[in-house]
């Protein structure tokens, strides 16, 4: 065995004698390190779980969608000024049958709002379900994936008819683990048949909660409410055809839009285009914000760290003062001692940042499997936050370990 493999050998022995030997002394000390390295490699895994599950997400309804009516979604680099987009009018049919008819590359247009109802069957009644009013190719521009039944056909989006289709949630809390299919709940005090069930998905980035919700026809719809009203502000989901700009087809459909409300040259639009890659950028600024907060609080948890580290090292180095000078005795070279002194205060470091990211990995498991939230663990922050804490114990260990390797080996052999 080499004398580098033997001096690494018996400094994490040292270290791992200190951790045994001074409990509280060592835990306070490496206190720091564990949660400095915990907030920078949780927030790393936050920020790296939340932006995959938005890539995926956004793969999976793709930036092909255009969302249109009153309320922009971002303030569009200025004052968000909400009195006007109250005061502008909703989308109705005729909307988007302007669209139908003159945008040519738009695959998909629909219609729909959401109405905040109370859906009953028999004795069991659940309030704040979401009532997506839909007109035609509503499952084109959302995934709408049905467990049970059917999807609404076009016959019933258009001829207003009382089929619905309720989402996963809705329909365990109504009908429980019995089939839902031919039978029926009401709400906006009509009776509507089930025809299909969805499967759970839970929330998506454009709002819509296809878990608690109910699907019916647009057209019911505006014949029970006030589809013009504010709080029934209807949507109008725009899908791009297959390989065309989206930025195009918004021109195209600004256009369009336009025209049918007669907004005049030189007026600004009177109503909002929406989509989610604006989403998307507004939260790149948002994480990486989060991030230097992190970052912040974790550096000044580890500056904490190092300077208990720092202190273990020298009350170490008072501990051991009589063993150090016998080993300069019997010819231990100053740099051998030094390294020693180095590889055991990075071994304690190492240890706590260790505590941290089991930490870590035991909370991304309980949001996985707990709260539903997919959590990514990346082998590259576990791999940073090792070297991050290899790094704090180099620098704090450096000056307890240069004054062992430079004590006079007489005078070091006759203190007390």
């Known amino acids: 065995m080499s004398n580098t493999t033997q001096i690494i050998g018996t400094s994490v022995l040292q270290a791992v004698h200190e951790l045994r030997a001074n409990k509280l002394r060592t835990f306070l000390s490496l206190l720091g390190i564990t949660i400095g390295i915990f907030c920078i490699i949780a927030v790393l895994t936050v920020l790296d779980s939340m932006q995959n599950n938005i890539r995926k997400e956004m793969s999976s309804l793709g ?3 255009i969302y249109v009516g009153r309320w922009p979604w971002m303030d569009e680099g200025g004052e968000y000024k909400w009195w006007e987009f109250w005061r502008r009018r909703s989308m109705t049919p005729v909307e988007l049958k302007a669209v139908q008819d003159n945008v040519v590359d738009a695959q998909y247009a629909t219609l729909c709002f959401n109405k905040g109802i109370s859906v009953k069957h028999n004795d069991q009644e659940l309030e704040g ?8 190719f509503f499952d084109k521009v959302q995934n709408i994936d049905i467990a049970q039944g059917r999807y609404l056909s076009s016959s019933e989006l258009s001829g207003g008819s009382n089929a619905v289709v309720l989402g996963h949630e809705t329909y365990v ?3 429980g683990a019995t089939d839902a299919i031919g039978k029926t709940v009401s709400f906006l005090g009509r009776q509507f048949h089930v025809i299909g069930v969805l499967k ?12 608690n919700c109910v699907i019916y026809s647009y057209y ?17 989901i725009i899908k791009v055809a297959d390989g065309k700009n989206p930025d195009d087809v918004k021109y195209e459909v600004e256009g369009a839009l336009r025209r049918v409300r007669k907004v005049k040259p030189g007026q600004p639009n009177d109503f909002a285009m929406n989509q989610l890659s604006q989403v998307s950028e507004r939260l790149d600024i948002i994480f990486a ?35 150090i000078g016998l080993k300069k005795a019997v ?19 190492i240890a706590g940042g260790l505590i941290g990211i089991v930490v870590v990995l035991v909370l991304s498991l309980a949001l ?4 539903d939230f997919p959590v990514t663990l990346s082998l590259k922050n576990f791999s940073l936050g090792i070297g991050i804490s290899a790094l704090v114990g180099i620098l704090a260990g450096f000056i307890p370990a240069r004054t062992a390797s430079r004590l006079n080996p007489v005078v070091a052999m006759r203190s007390h």
């Open 63 to 65: 930036n092909d969608v």
């Open 129 to 136: 379900i979401g009532g997506y009013a839909v007109t035609e």
């Open 173 to 175: 809390e109504l009908f």
């Open 200 to 211: 759970k998905v839970g929330q998506n980035m454009a709002g819509f909660n296809f878990d």
């Open 220 to 236: 019911t719809a505006s014949a029970l409410l006030d589809t013009r009203s504010f709080n029934n502000d209807p949507t109008l």
């Open 289 to 323: 914000s989060i991030n230097v907060i992190g970052s912040i609080i974790g550096g000044f948890s580890l500056i904490v760290g190092a300077f208990g580290i720092a202190n273990i090292m020298f009350v170490t180095v008072k501990e051991r003062t009589k063993q």
């Open 331 to 349: 010819g231990a070279r100053s740099r051998s001692i030094l390294t020693e002194f180095l590889i055991e205060a990075v071994t304690l470091c």
């Open 368 to 371: 996985t499997y707990g709260a």
